[in-house]
């Protein structure tokens, strides 16, 4: 059922395509791995849009996410013939071989969404048959529970009403914003790997209170309740982070201690570096897609 189709199919003729364009509605989520299934789930549980299928080269994964979300799993060609959206969910360093499977099949009246690290849109779209509109988004996973942050780039061929389809589609798992393509790298560097870094401050943050002799569900219960009251902080108080820090480091108290110990161990410095390493990867994976 998740077999993927042949890369030769046939191309159909110039009547055919727009009639086959008519009928085409939905969306298919092809590479149903982390963020694929972080999205899906997002849209399934909103309950758009209508039409939703996957596409899943491992026919495991493509039965389990048939079984916990309800949603059909079709081949490449069917989604294709059958679904207007093609959200291309797989990693970058399968993206070429997913394009070739797909340059038959897709036509300008299909939109394809990438959200594939790195990749630029002109390399989707010297892949595909001309004038096919490609719109490139960074997601990430708290999308998974609607508070994702999404960010996207209109390729050569996508317009307005391109970018307003695919920010609909994204809005349904949180906030949107669009940028100039050439932000993008940064952007994955940012929001696209961010939530890793989190999950590393807590998990260490978690580990000092294991050190200090809390039991581990204690520590976790109050990082976490810390780390989401900050977060809505930031986003509501209208405060620079500079402020909202100081407002918690008393005089000769216990905060200016530990912000002394962070500050010794350049934990800013490592921050910044962590963040010029993924953007680095970022551009390195667009360009090993587009040598592929
Ligand atoms: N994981 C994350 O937090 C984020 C990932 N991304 C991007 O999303 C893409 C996927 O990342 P993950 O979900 O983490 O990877 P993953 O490895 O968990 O999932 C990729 C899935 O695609 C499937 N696949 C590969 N080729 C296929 C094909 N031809 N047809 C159908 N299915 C195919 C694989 O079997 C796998 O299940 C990557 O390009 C990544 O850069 C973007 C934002 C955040
Ligand atoms: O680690 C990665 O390459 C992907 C892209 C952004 C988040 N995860």
């Not at 972080?38 to 039965?63: F, K, M, Q, T, Y």
């Not at 340059?103 to 594939?116: F, I, Q, T, Y």
């Amino acid at each position: 059922m998740s077999a993927q189709g042949s890369a030769t199919a046939p191309q159909p003729g110039a009547g055919e395509e727009s009639t086959a364009a008519a009928g085409r509605q939905g969306l298919a989520i092809i590479g149903g791995g982390k963020i694929g299934e972080a999205l899906l789930s997002g849209l399934v549980r909103r309950g758009g849009p209508d039409g939703i299928v996957v596409c899943e080269r491992s026919p495991e994964r493509a039965a389990e996410l048939s079984a916990r979300y309800g949603v059909p799993v079709l081949d490449l060609a069917e989604a294709a013939a059958r679904c207007r959206v093609l959200l291309l969910a797989v990693k970058p360093q399968d993206i070429g071989t997913l394009l070739g499977l797909l340059a038959g099949r897709v036509d300008p009246g299909h939109l394809v969404v990438s959200v594939a690290a790195g990749v630029p849109t002109g390399t989707i779209e010297a892949a595909l048959p001309d004038g096919v509109p490609v719109v490139r988004v960074m997601p990430n996973t708290p999308a998974l529970v609607d508070e994702g942050m999404s960010v996207l780039s209109a390729g050569a061929h996508a317009d307005e009403a391109h970018l307003d389809e695919a920010e609909a589609l994204l809005a349904a798992v949180g906030r949107v914003r669009r940028v100039p393509e050439a932000q993008q790298d940064a952007v994955t560097a940012l929001s696209g790997s961010g939530p890793a870094y989190f999950f590393y401050l807590v998990e260490a943050m978690i580990d000092a209170g294991i050190l200090l002799g809390l039991p581990r569900a204690l520590a976790a219960d109050l990082i976490v309740q810390t780390a989401l009251g900050s977060a809505v902080m930031l986003r509501d108080s209208g405060e620079h982070p500079v402020q909202l820090r100081e407002a918690v480091t008393s005089p000769g108290g216990t905060t200016i201690a530990a912000i002394r110990e962070l500050e010794r161990h350049g934990v800013r410095a490592a921050l910044i570096a962590a963040i010029e390493a993924a953007h680095a990867r970022s551009v390195e994976l667009g360009r090993d897609a587009k040598d592929r």
